[in-house]
């Protein structure tokens, strides 16, 4: 699973790669994290603002902080 | 070595004013209200009228709404900026939005009301609006033809609408920000008087008039034993949230509900009126107190009714905002303070003492070339009101100074390009200027019609002009 955190480097998009992270060891998942902070990078989703959460290339989140329980929901196969 | 002790001194009782008098009642319900528009109103909510279809008289005011609503940190308004114009409503908007974000938002706007006055907040708002939309138009008539590196996404705009109680929420925080600052009468009504007895009360009073003196000239504030206890209060809050609030995204802990209640309480304190007199302190509670003491109860049903985590991300916001801008404006205030007993105010009248087309550009070269942190824009603004500046080329200044910093300018070339970036700053300076000649004629008494003709002919005239000097240009 390959998991992309966009966001410019701000406190928010940092809570978010932290919030993924214990959810995705909570799972037990493996997964591959990857921090987007090039704003050409980010602007090719189709997201408006940061932080937004990316997994597998499908924008599941943006502009707002998810609950543990939704990032969990999305992370389940 | 005296004076050293006069500018630290002066620096000391600027801080001590400033938290006593301006960050109780209009910049803690403000980063409450920061925190609640970043946490609670979903961005969607905005965005979704500034897809790449929205007409104009849409895209224009949405611009400036999402400017002033979702804009509170720096770290939002570059992607926005950059996703407004790349794949939604295009260059015009997307500046409008950049201009108007910095002088628009909460924060900005509640702070200048307190310290400068409404009338300075009222006027930053509406000419920040009137010429962010003005310059919006023209960077978009002026680069017309050159759409090429856009590529509308119109799926990034889908629909999304901000929850009622979201909305009743937010509304509860900002009404107990302007009933706790709002200057009118009937706010000040008297509803009861209690005298407590306390021999020292006046000799406490002078100590402290001794060492933070009252200055009018200079616009030294003094401080009074109530502001005292106010410091007091917010240092214990400071304390308490450290834990209380900057850990609240882990779950709610004893900390988190004692600094609400001692935010809740002190902001009850703080619209007491307190007065030292001969046989102690005369303590009035004023339609004021009542008003935020009700407000502050209401606010605790409503936030029962969300979910838990929503309101930890709220706190958490909050906590972060102040943390970022909190810091920077104590040194800021402190610094001017120090400054203060430096400029003559002879400089500054000669200088730009009456509201001349030079004394303007005064005002927006020195926004230019000072940076100054969000917010500090404000206690240098009201140094150089009390040191005699005309309020034209203040508002100049303060239309300048966040909206041209060289971050910013940086910024937005690498988004939009030097060209665009640089005629965007030319046109900032230019309106800034006649931003703050508009407002100085209607401070020394022209007539609001014979103004706002001015200012929209003039606009009218400049658009008219590049239509005609676009038409002629063969294609």
Known sequence: ?77 | MELLVTALQSGLASLAAYLAAHVLLCLVPAFFIAGALSALVPQQSILRFLGPDAPKYVSYPAAAGAGSLLAVCSCTVQPLFAGIYGKGAGLGPAITFLFFAPAANILALSYTGVALGADFAIARILLALVFGIGIGLLMALLFRGDEKARSPMPEAFSDGGIPRRNLAFVGTLVALLIAGTLKVDWLQAELARVTLAWDGAAAAQALLDRLVPVDELRGAEGLSLQGLALIVLLGLIGAVAWRGLGKVDEGFNRLTAVSLGLTFATLAFAALGVRAGSEGLGITVTVRTLAVAVLCGLLLPQARRFEAWDMQQWLWETWRFVKMIFPLLVVGVFLVGVVRTFIQPEWIQAIAGSNTVLANLAGVVFGVFMYFPTLVEVPIAKMFLSLGMHPGPLIAYLMADPELSLQSILITSAIIGKLKAWTYVGLVALFATAAGLAYGAWVDGMAFATLALMVGGGLAVLLLALRLIERRRPC
Request: hydrophobic share 45%; with cysteine; aromatic share 4%.
């Open chain 1, 1 to 77: 699973m390959l998991i992309k955190i966009l966001g410019t480097g701000c406190a928010k998009c940092n809570r978010l790669e932290q919030l993924t992270r214990e959810a995705v060891a909570e799972l037990g998942i493996d997964a591959t994290f990857e921090h987007v902070k090039e704003m050409d990078r980010i602007m090719a989703y189709p997201v408006m603002t940061t932080p937004a959460l990316v997994i597998d290339e499908a924008v599941k989140v943006s502009g707002r902080m998810p609950s543990r329980e939704e990032i969990v929901g999305w992370l389940k196969p």
